[in-house]
């Protein structure tokens, strides 16, 4: 089969061509229609959530959807054929954190699909079954591909870490992005008036016409003086970007929360511990999703709830500079990859 690999953690991806994967008992094997290209596919091949040598050659992409091409004779809850996504996080499914729907904090973590087991930058994958989840019937691959990340990391954090609630004025920082785009719709769908922050005036037009009441373009200061007007209930960050950060707990209302989804390192903040407990302000972190809010945003993109922004789609040969626009900002939403 063709493939994109890395050699060396670090490096760019390079075409390769393996075997055909056969699956174990307790694995999968997916024909690959699609697989999301996101900013944590330049996180993985950089070796940030693992660098272990023994662990290469490495296939990355961890958004990938397909059909099941074949089944381990210890698997049952897929069959030939269904199309299903991946659950990024190898868990064990049966300690405390996953048996509580906590699934991504596993007493038994084993790694990420794409760092510790090969992805879907390949025309097959194997997985591990118990990160093969189902979805719908009719979905195009390539919208799909937002389903396990871009679409389901968002309802993690209004179903669980900011609590989003009809009527709650929600600020998303980095709203043009793949993930940003879909948090700015979910938040809409649960409820709450959405403000987008982005450095891109394309990127704030698109936010806004899929559910942003208003957007803001912080300039090259980093400034959001302009919405101080009200207090938001809750501020969303992609960015990473220390000022945006800093500026937008003032921005928060009383208990308010201030929901951080970055791990770039070394990056940090300063917080007021007299203005956190005089207003109740929360600061969280939010680590992916549980399998059952995957398998929700899988429903919420069937019957159209959320539209997947999807503007740009690469074969093997055109996924490594499509990549490096990614990680640059020019891309609107996720790109995606198709095995062609």
């Not at 899988?298 to 019957?303: K, P």
């Amino acid at each position: 089969m063709d493939c994109l690999e890395i050699a060396e953690w670090g490096e760019t991806l390079a075409r390769a061509e393996r075997p055909k994967p056969e699956p174990s008992a307790t694995a999968v094997r997916i024909a690959v229609e699609a697989t999301g290209i996101g900013r944590t596919v330049r996180n993985v091949m950089d070796g940030n959530l693992g660098d272990d040598p023994d662990d290469l050659p490495r296939v990355p992409g961890h958004e990938l959807v397909g059909r099941v091409d074949a089944v381990g004779d210890g698997v049952t809850h897929v069959e030939e054929g269904d199309p299903v996504t991946a659950y990024f996080h190898i868990v064990c499914g049966h300690c405390r954190a996953c048996r509580s729907g906590h699934d991504s904090l596993c007493e038994n973590h084993e790694g990420w699909i794409s760092v510790n087991t090969d992805g879907g930058f390949a025309e097959y994958a194997c997985l591990p079954g118990r990160n093969v989840i189902g979805i719908p019937d009719g979905i195009d691959p390539v919208d799909a591909t937002v389903i396990p990340d871009a679409v389901a990391t968002p309802y993690h954090v209004a179903n669980q870490r900011a609590n989003v609630e009809r009527g709650d004025r929600v600020l998303v920082l980095g709203a043009g992005g793949g993930v940003g785009i879909h948090m700015v719709q979910v938040a809409d769908h649960f409820g709450a008036d959405v403000t987008a922050v982005d450095a891109a005036s394309h990127k704030l037009d698109r936010c806004a016409a899929v559910g942003a009441e208003r957007v803001h373009d912080p300039g090259e200061e980093n400034d959001l003086t302009a919405l101080a007007d009200e207090p938001y209930d809750a501020v969303i960050d992609f960015t990473g970007v220390t000022d945006l950060l800093e500026a937008s707990v003032d921005l928060l209302g009383p208990r308010g929360t201030l929901v951080n989804l970055t791990t770039f390192p070394g990056n940090e903040m300063s917080l007021s511990p007299r203005a956190e407990v005089m207003n109740e302000v929360a600061v969280v972190g939010s680590r992916y999703c549980s399998k059952h809010e995957l398998q929700r945003a899988a429903e919420l993109v069937a019957d159209g709830t959320i539209e997947p922004i999807v503007s740009a789609v690469a074969g093997f040969d055109g996924t490594p500079d499509l990549l490096g626009d990614v990680c640059d900002g020019g891309v609107v939403g996720r790109a995606a990859m198709r095995p062609e």
